[in-house]
C-alpha cells in the first residue's frame, strides 16, 4: 500500500511545539501519517522532502499546539452546571453533589460525558484525567465515540458520614475488585485512547485499607491513582485528629508510603513546605485547578511546588465548582491568579510569577507528564501521536500580536480555537464537531438534567426577584 496516501501534511503555520528545546517554527509543516507524526520542520523543508500526492492543507495565518491535557475533571457532573453555584461546601457536596451523582443512571453518565467532551474539544483538549464518576463504562462509550483521550477513574469511597445508602452498600473489597474490571474491560480500548485509572475520592471518604489496597493494585497493574488531596483546612484537620500525624493529608499518606509518582493529588491547596518536600522527591503529580481553587478552596502553592521540582499541570475540575470547562480560561486564570497570589503571600507584587511559557507547558507536556502519557503526547515532535490543535488568531480577541507566546495565554478564547486532532483524525474542522451530533446531545442533556435533579429531589432556590 502506498502510505503517502495515508499522509497529510499541515503547513505554513505557527507551530509551538513545546519540546525540550522549546522550538516554535514561525513558519512550519508537520506530517501525519495515520496516527503518528513522522516530520516536523521549517515549511519549505518539509515541502521538497515530502513531494508528491499527501493530502496538503496550507494553514498560513494559523497557530499549531499540541492538544492541552485536562488533568482534572468530571465529566459525570456536567448535567449538574449551575446546581451549586454560591453555596457552602457542606451544602454542596451533601445536599447537591451527592444526591446528584448517587442518582445518576448508566445513560446519565454517557450524555454528561458527550456534553463536556463537546467543551472540551472546543477548548482545545484532546486528553482528559477523569477525576472519578459513577459509570465507568458509560464514560469509556462517550470518549470513543467522541474521539477524545483519557485516563477514566470510578469514584471510590467507602466511609463517610452522610454517605447516600447506595454508595455505603458496597465493601472496600468489592470497590477494589470492581475497578480491576473496568481495567480488564476497557484499559487500552479505543485505539489505546482511553485507560482506566484507579479512583480514591478524598481521605475524608476513605479507609487506611482502601488506600493500601488501592496503592498495591496500581502497582500491579502499572496504572495511576487519582485523588483529590489537601482541599480544604478542614480536611487537614480531620487527618490529624483521627489519623495521629502532625499535619494534614499529605503527611499521613507519607507516612504510609501511599505517595508515589504514578498519584495525581487534584488540587493541594493546603499543603506546608514539608509536605511539598514529600510531594516532589516521591515525583507526585499535581493538578492545579484555578477556577475552581477561587470558588471554593483557597490558593494552592502552585510556584513553590514548581520551584521544588513538583511537576504541576491544569484542570478544569467539574461543571457545579467551575461551570466553564474551558482550558484556554483556565490558563488565563491561572497566570492570573498566581501573580496575585504571590503578592498576597509576600506583600510584594510580583507579574513574573506565572509567565506564558510556563503556563503553556502546564497545560500540554506538564498535563501529559501528569497522566503519565508524556512518551505519546504533549508535545509536537517526531513519533509521537497527533493530537492538535488549530488556532486561528485572526479575530478582535487576540488582534495585533506583538508576542504570540504571551497572546495564546492572555489572549485567546475558546472562539479562536478552530480544528482539533486527536489520534490523528479529525474531532473538530473549522468548529464543528464531528463524531457525535452537538444539536441532539444539547437536548439530550437537557431533558436528563431535568429528569435527574427530579429523581434527586434537588431544588436550586430562585434568585432576585423571578416574575
Ligand atoms: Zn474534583
Given amino acids: 500500500m502506498d502510505s503517502r496516501k495515508n499522509r497529510m501534511i499541515l503547513y505554513n503555520a505557527m507551530i509551538v511545539t513545546m519540546d525540550a528545546e522549546s522550538r516554535v517554527y514561525e513558519n512550519g509543516a508537520v506530517v501525519i501519517e495515520s496516527d503518528i507524526i513522522i516530520a516536523i520542520g521549517q ?11 499527501h493530502h496538503l492543507l496550507d494553514l498560513r495565518g494559523h497557530v499549531l499546539l499540541p492538544g492541552l491535557v485536562n488533568t482534572h475533571v468530571h465529566t459525570s457532573q456536567q448535567l449538574g452546571r449551575g446546581i451549586a453555584d454560591d453555596v457552602d461546601l457542606m451544602t454542596w457536596l451533601h445536599r447537591r453533589i451527592w444526591p446528584y451523582e448517587s442518582n445518576m443512571t ?36 462517550a470518549v470513543e465515540l467522541l474521539g477524545l483521550r483519557a485516563c477514566l477513574t470510578q469514584s471510590i469511597m467507602d466511609s463517610g458520614e452522610g454517605l447516600p445508602a447506595s454508595w455505603s452498600a458496597q465493601t472496600t ?29 478524598q481521605i475524608m471518604n476513605s479507609t487506611d485499607h482502601l488506600l493500601i489496597e488501592t496503592r498495591n493494585l496500581a502497582k500491579e497493574l502499572k496504572t495511576g491513582i487519582h485523588m483529590h488531596i489537601a482541599e480544604i483546612q478542614f480536611e487537614n484537620q480531620v487527618v490529624v485528629d483521627t489519623r495521629k500525624v502532625n499535619h494534614g493529608t499529605v503527611t499521613f499518606l507519607e507516612k504510609i508510603d501511599f505517595l508515589q509518582s504514578n498519584l495525581l493529588a487534584a488540587h493541594s ?88 511559557e510556563l503556563v503553556l507547558k502546564m497545560a500540554t507536556i506538564d498535563g501529559a507528564k501528569t497522566l503519565l502519557w508524556d512518551n505519546e503526547i504533549g508535545s509536537l515532535e517526531v513519533g509521537k501521536k497527533a493530537d492538535i490543535v488549530i488556532i486561528n488568531p485572526c479575530s478582535w480577541t487576540m488582534i495585533p500580536i506583538h508576542d504570540s507566546i504571551s497572546s ?42 431535568k429528569e435527574l435533579l427530579e429523581r434527586a429531589g434537588i431544588s436550586i432556590p430562585k434568585r432576585m426577584n423571578i416574575i
Fill in 43 to 53: 515549511s519549505d523543508v518539509i515541502l521538497r522532502q515530502f513531494s508528491g500526492s
Fill in 106 to 141: 448508566e445513560n446519565d453518565s454517557y450524555v454528561s460525558t458527550l456534553l463536556c467532551g463537546i467543551e472540551l474539544i472546543r477548548s482545545g483538549v484532546t486528553c482528559f484525567g477523569e477525576a472519578g464518576g459513577q459509570h465507568v463504562s458509560s464514560m469509556a462509550r
Fill in 173 to 201: 473489597d468489592q470497590l477494589i475488585q470492581s475497578q480491576k474490571e473496568l481495567y480488564e474491560k476497557h484499559h487500552d480500548t479505543a485505539e489505546g485512547r482511553i485507560k482506566i485509572w484507579l479512583g480514591i475520592r
Fill in 269 to 356: 491547596v493546603w499543603v506546608n513546605d514539608d509536605e511539598i518536600g514529600y510531594l516532589s522527591r516521591a515525583g507526585v503529580k499535581v493538578s492545579h485547578c484555578p477556577a475552581s481553587a477561587m470558588r471554593m478552596l483557597g490558593f494552592a502553592p502552585v510556584r513553590k511546588m514548581i520551584q521544588a521540582g513538583v511537576c504541576v499541570s491544569l484542570g478544569t475540575d467539574g461543571a457545579p465548582s467551575n461551570n466553564r470547562m474551558s482550558m484556554v480560561d483556565e490558563m488565563y486564570l491561572a497566570s492570573l491568579i498566581n501573580k496575585g497570589c504571590e503578592a498576597f503571600a509576600t506583600g510584594t507584587t510580583d507579574p513574573t510569577a506565572l509567565p506564558a
Fill in 408 to 449: 495564546l495565554v492572555y489572549s485567546m478564547r475558546t472562539e479562536n480555537i478552530v480544528s482539533v486532532i486527536c489520534n490523528g483524525k479529525w474531532i473538530m474542522k473549522d468548529k464543528n464537531i464531528l463524531n457525535v451530533d452537538e444539536g441532539e446531545v444539547i437536548s439530550q442533556a437537557k431533558q436528563a438534567s
